[in-house]
């Protein structure tokens, strides 16, 4: 009966104006949730001495705090509703009442969310958008001198070597600066870098870039006029929008009044590097209270900070200029240009990097060189994926691969494929650019799990297993408790393998509910040695007559498991069917998860959940590739639309 | 008094880097005037990566005031007087590249619990200089083996980060925002201005705005803040802000002769006492491409494991950068006048590297030359080879001891090196060998001691000196080369049978048909 009581308050719900079945709906949390919680849930979480997995009901009091753990109710319902919540050992839910949470749940986090945009929020360019925007407005890189030689390790880029490295934010990604606040030593390094950019601006080494502005240069330095032309060019460009007349006018005069046009010069422009306008993104916006459109330049700026880690390009500034942005035929030409442009790989580069942890491969060895080329073949898989315009289940099933000289043993005869690398002489060892080859005879290698960077950096079945969890299936899991221990080995008498150990060693339920999805992804990838070697034998299929597959030297792997779901598989090739066929929604709403927290330079929140499932529907049921995930995000109500609060006007 | 460098007291020299001449009258005037008395001393380390090639480096003959400079010292060997070469230094089998680079200041490479000599030379020295240290280098990090970009160690004996870019230590040494005079002018400007701008924002701003607008609200007022604080630097005798800051971007030799400007200027300001200078990592894969060179370094420097005569043509080339170099240090430090004399004079310069033959990493004849008198702690203008192999300890326990360190042991080293102030020493005897050429029809036969050409452009030329008499000359093809080693015995006495003729004064001969080691020296068997 509760069932239609539940209906019957969505009904009511449905006619009321939001506010009010917010607050029906919080009444409902109180009267039929909390109970529920506290009965099965508290205990372990909350109550009890130990918050296990991070997760703390007892926390949640507020409507406000409701909403805000969304995550943690969409991972709870997941568990409920695949019996892994409450643990075995503990009483378990009935079918009414896990119905009434799984409807709750709905109601409250699905049906009744309304998609808006998301409060205007200026940030601070991260590092490197700070130095990819120097960039573009200097027309050369901000570098330190130093020699760089194959196997060392340099930073050349004086703005990456000088601003200090900016944290994760809430998002997961550095670009969301909104708690990484300016301070004293960043304001001084901004301030040196601008004025090591505006010294090299008027030397003459730089004097070239300066005459693409100013036209031919005669003499010592720009006349008045070329200083005017500077001016009007620089300004706009660094607050990636049109200036008031005023505000140029203003710099002339004080232009017109110096003595030395260049030292004054120099000044004015570095005021502007200094200024708000043009260290924080989006802080020129007009801003008036309500629900709207963001403004052309703001668009402009979105789009090409999402693209390029860069601001806008002289084209799109003056398309939004002309306030042609807006536009859909013209928007979507600008972002297919956008993605054509070498800029952006950043894209793979800074975006998929971050997403896919690529940079733990670094440390894979001391020596950088095979470190370096190993990382090198997801970055440029990720490039090939974003800009030729790939279908997104390609990311695990892609018969595509990138090779350089110094992994091409992992590629078997497919290296073949490559083009002769001959070392000059006298070149010891030195990192080679990739050649994209088809994979014919090692489809081990095929899709970004097994490439083998990827394998390498993740060591053992529970990082790898993790990994795929986190990175892939977009599931957070908690840390483990701080107190594990070791696998026991077998004592006398005792023949277990690894697996078989691991697993009595995990099967407190407490470690269970996380390592019973872990465990299967990580053993399936056991074929796959600690260097990323492909180390089962040629016909591992034909000699699995028992299910068990065998490596080259003869050993018995086990690789094989069961999902969460119930499906089993052998091997990683049958994971792999399941990944690109039951779990393909899953995957593809983590890779438009992703794509859009890094779009937007945030969390992801309640109110977004319509916007990603939308696009989620659209992309799955079209077999949709990165170019349409990128037009949808670039599309979708939070990317196009914000909200200014305050009274309105 | 008041003196100041203006841009006219630098002039490009031949080599295109900036110069300063000497014997203005601006620069006559010593740095600090006021501070009658001893000169402060300062020290100098500079690195040679990846050994030397011993047959052009090695001196075979000559005593302590008697000696000939060898083809690699050619280029600094009009600072001859200014020198001690020290030979015999290291005293064992084998270096790692990383094993090397931390003998060079640590006298053992196994001393890595204590600070480099020039880290207790600079808390000796350092007094109330700005800077009491720099560590300096010319290339990034070698992570596969760490040590080898590393020759600075603090007092705990982790490696000390160093800084390639002239730029940066020109601003850091002479370009303090907030307390170069010019710049804080410029800073409370512009201040001024985008506190304006901000707060005009402000007032249009919404709540979101309105926080991050106060967070940078509060850094312009804090460096305002800070700006008040900070004075400006007192206008000492020379007035930094007309130094010229070096250019920045151009090939390997700019940026060190850059670097090697800013070291001279630092000491001669005194803005630092001591600095450590790395030309290259320890096993440098730097391409000299300026050089026209297009083999990485570390290639080139295993001659024999990579022999091929342009190979060591090249390597010659790279080698003689190095020395090079040390040429420029010494010039610009003799062209500063200190006090009574030149910087040069109140300097010690140590130049070397950390192993010896850059071919087999022997730890045996490791090049070292100290330079300058260190305000008379060195005796200069001679060679000394030592009886003994000296380990590399006992040279900087004296060097520390010189500098008036109260220590007794340094890097496994418990007594210092004697010699280095014209203290008696052991001298290196060679056993005596006679040398004489006979040439009967086209054969030759020739005892004497074996030597590379001076024209390190064509180091496929040998020579068998013999006393009074015109060096007979080997115009050899690689297979003699190779079969009879001479590589090896290069810098030995040997006799030697071959065919050949007269040219003019000149024998000549073309092909080797027997060769002996006077003392009966055999190389090994193995493949270098």
Redesign the interface.
Known sequence: MRFSLSVLVLGVCLSLSFAGSRFALADEYAADILPLLKKYCFECHGAGDEVNGEVDFTKIKTAAQVDASFEKWESAIGLIEAGEMPPEDSPQMSDVERAIFVEWYSQRFVDSVEAKPHVFQPRRLSAHEYRNTMRSMFGFDLEVDIIEAQQTVVEKSMVMKLLPTDPRGKSGFRNDTHNNPLSTVIWDQYSYLADNALEQMFSKRRRKHLEKITGPIAGTGPTFAQAEILVRDFVPRAFRRDVDEQKIDQILARLNQADKLVPVLKVELKTVLMSPGFLYRGILMKKIPGQQLVDDFELAERTAYFLWADMPDAQLLSTAAQGKLRDPDVFQSEVTRMLKSPRAMNLAEDFATQWLSLNEIRNISNDPILPLSLLSQPVDFMNYLFTQDRPLMELIDSDVAFVNPNVRGFYGKDAKQMTAYRKQKGIEREVVPNQQIQLENTQERGGILTMPGIVAMNKGPVLRGVWMLERILGQHLPDPPADVGQVKPNSQGENLTFRERFELHRSNPTCAVCHRKIDPLGFSLQGYDAKGGYILADDYEKTQKNKKTVSKKGEVIDTSGKMPSGEEFNNFYELKEILITTERETIIRNIVKKTLSYALCRELKLHDQPTVEDIVDKLNKNNGTYRDLIHEVVNSLPFQETIIPGEKL | MSVSLNRRTFLRGSAGALLPLPFLNLMEASAKTENEGKPPVRFMALFKPNGVHPPTWNIEEGSEFDFRMTPMMKSFEKHKDDLLVLDNIGDFGFASHANSSRRFLSGHHQNTKTASIDQIIADKIGGDTPHKSLELT?????????GC?YISYDQNGQPIPRE?????IF?RLFNN?LSHPQKRK??A??LD??NE??KS?SR??????QQ??D??LT??R??EK?LQTMKAASTGPIDFTKLE?P????S?DD?VE?MLDLIALAMWTDQSRCISYML??SN????FDFLGV???H???SHFFR?FSPT?IV?LLKVCSWHMEKFDSLLNRLKSYKDHNGTLLEHSVVLFGSGMGHSDNHTVKRIPMVLAGQGGGMIKTGRYLRYAENQPVGKLHLALLQQFGVDTDSYGMAETPLAGLDGSPINFYEERAFDTWVKHEDKTITVQGRLRLSDDLNQAKIFFVDVKGKPAVRLEIGFRDFHDFNLAYHCGTPITLTGNGTLRGEELVITKVTKLESVFGKLPGKANG
């Open positions: 010319t290339e990034g990090l070698f992570p596969g083996q760490i970009s390639s870019d002239p730029q940066l601003d925002p410029q800073m400007s512009l201005r985008v701008d901000a924002l249009k701003a919404g709540a979101e705005d991050v607008l967070q940078y850094v312009v804090e460096t800070r800051r250019e920045g971007g151009g390997l940026q850059s290259g990592n440098s894969r730097m391409i297009k083999e990485q570390h290639y080139l990579n190979n090249e």
